[in-house]
């Protein structure tokens, strides 16, 4: 009797964490003072110190270890859902309710924090000739940093150091970035190469944190030019950057800040793709004039990207990207898969009056 009340309190209890998150909506500072900067960098540091030295993904296998046990749970229990259905029914919603809770307080309510503008102290609208004037310093920036880098302006680079050397260089951008903006800071290290790296493929993923472990993992089937982009990205969700527009942001400060030219290379061209796709959806004509401007062999980096996507499409794919458009608006991101333009938004303002 005692085990059949706990389970149903669980499971009474996964609405009204539900209600209690659609309130924290509205007390974002709250969340961000108590939560992201109290709680959250206290326990996400302990998890790095205490799964980051491991070589392989213990998150990785976390995951597998649950899918199989949920698989024989379902085995042992297929019965019940005739003769106990609603009881069969409450064990579900009551397991859901434990994971639904441990998601949020281990990393979760850090999608309701503030804004990440706000953090930084930078504006948040633009006008379209903002965007043109910062794509095209951008477009600059990028073409001679692949001159200096000593390229032909049709060859496309790719990036001389392995995985594993791009994963301990993602830490000096977080260093000098930690210099203006200590929110910024990220130590220790707990960045690894996911062992599902041809299904994240297959279902359109560069990479994924585990809230769990702390663990970062990274698609280690990408090309090199974005492989230090989503290394720094997934960096950004460990220190509890959950929305995907704000870690792309920070992943681009990240690359732009870091000592090794390679690397800011990367982030330069990545933060200008996201720039010019904005310009196209804005003003296709301007989109097509300033493509012309763009070194070819950028170009190709991009072409790269784009085929390297496109060989892997498949039905599968549509059904993961729908199920985590609607996980992000679930998690106080409206827009879903669309809040990524957030990203053009915190570059334009960012380099609106500096010099690069």
């Given at each position: 009797?005692?085990?059949?009340?706990?389970?149903?309190?669980?499971?009474?209890?996964?609405?009204?964490?539900?209600?209690?998150?659609?309130?924290?909506?509205?007390?974002?500072?709250?969340?961000?003072?108590?939560?992201?900067?109290?709680?959250?960098?206290?326990?996400?540091?302990?998890?790095?110190?205490?799964?980051?030295?491991?070589?392989?993904?213990?998150?990785?296998?976390?995951?597998?270890?649950?899918?199989?046990?949920?698989?024989?749970?379902?085995?042992?229990?297929?019965?019940?859902?005739?003769?106990?259905?609603?009881r069969f029914l409450i064990?579900?919603?009551?397991?859901?309710?434990?994971?639904?809770?441990?998601?949020?307080?281990?990393?979760?309510?850090?999608?309701?924090?503030?804004?990440?503008?706000?953090?930084?102290?930078?504006?948040?609208?633009?006008?379209?000739?903002?965007?043109?004037?910062?794509?095209?310093?951008?477009?600059?920036?990028?073409?001679?940093?692949?001159?200096?880098?000593?390229?032909?302006?049709?060859?496309?680079?790719?990036?001389?150091?392995?995985?594993?050397?791009?994963?301990?260089?993602?830490?000096?951008?977080?260093?000098?970035?930690?210099?203006?903006?200590?929110?910024?800071?990220?130590?220790?290290?707990?960045?690894?190469?996911?062992?599902?790296?041809?299904?994240?493929?297959?279902?359109?993923?560069?990479?994924?944190?585990?809230?769990?472990?702390?663990?970062?993992?990274?698609?280690?089937?990408?090309?090199?030019?974005?492989?230090?982009?989503?290394?720094?990205?997934?960096?950004?969700?460990?220190?509890?950057?959950?929305?995907?527009?704000?870690?792309?942001?920070?992943?681009?400060?990240?690359?732009?800040?870091?000592?090794?030219?390679?690397?800011?290379?990367?982030?330069?061209?990545?933060?200008?793709?996201?720039?010019?796709?904005?310009?196209?959806?804005?003003?296709?004509?301007?989109?097509?004039?300033?493509?012309?401007?763009?070194?070819?062999?950028?170009?190709?980096?991009?072409?790269?990207?784009?085929?390297?996507?496109?060989?892997?499409?498949?039905?599968?794919?549509?059904?993961?990207?729908?199920?985590?458009?609607?996980?992000?608006?679930?998690?106080?991101?409206?827009?879903?898969?669309?809040?990524?333009?957030?990203?053009?938004?915190?570059?334009?303002?960012?380099?609106?009056?500096?010099r690069f």
């Amino acid at each position: 009797m005692p085990k059949k009340r706990t389970r149903l309190i669980l499971a009474l209890l996964l609405p009204a964490q539900i209600l209690l998150l659609q309130l924290l909506k509205f007390f974002p500072e709250f969340v961000e003072t108590y939560y992201s900067r109290g709680f959250y960098p206290i326990l996400s540091k302990a998890s790095r110190y205490l799964f980051g030295w491991i070589p392989f993904s213990l998150g990785d296998l976390f995951y597998l270890l649950i899918g199989i046990m949920a698989i024989r749970w379902l085995i042992k229990n297929f019965r019940r859902l005739w003769t106990e259905p609603v009881r069969f029914l409450i064990d579900i919603v009551a397991t859901v309710s434990i994971v639904y809770f441990m998601f949020h307080i281990l990393w979760g309510l850090n999608y309701y924090r503030q804004p990440l503008h706000k953090t930084l102290d930078l504006d948040y609208d633009y006008t379209t000739e903002q965007l043109i004037e910062t794509t095209k310093r951008l477009i600059t920036k990028s073409n001679n940093m692949h001159r200096e880098l000593g390229y032909a302006d049709s060859v496309k680079i790719d990036l001389p150091y392995s995985q594993k050397e791009i994963f301990k260089k993602s830490l000096d951008g977080y260093e000098t970035l930690s210099k203006q903006y200590p929110d910024l800071a990220y130590s220790p290290k707990s960045l690894k190469k996911s062992g599902w790296s041809l299904g994240l493929t297959y279902m359109g993923y560069s990479g994924y944190y585990n809230p769990f472990s702390g663990e970062a993992q990274v698609n280690n089937l990408i090309k090199t030019y974005k492989f230090p982009v989503v290394s720094c990205h997934e960096e950004a969700h460990q220190i509890g950057f959950a929305a995907e527009n704000e870690a792309n942001f920070i992943a681009t400060l990240a690359t732009i800040n870091n000592s090794d030219p390679y690397i800011q290379y990367s982030g330069y061209i990545f933060a200008l793709r996201y720039c010019v796709n904005e310009i196209a959806r804005r003003d296709i004509d301007t989109y097509h004039q300033l493509i012309e401007t763009i070194n070819p062999g950028i170009l190709a980096s991009y072409k790269e990207m784009r085929d390297f996507w496109l060989s892997y499409e498949n039905p599968f794919e549509n059904i993961s990207k729908g199920f985590w458009d609607q996980f992000l608006k679930a998690n106080n991101q409206s827009k879903g898969i669309m809040s990524y333009s957030y990203m053009v938004a915190l570059v334009v303002n960012y380099f609106e009056d500096r010099r690069f």
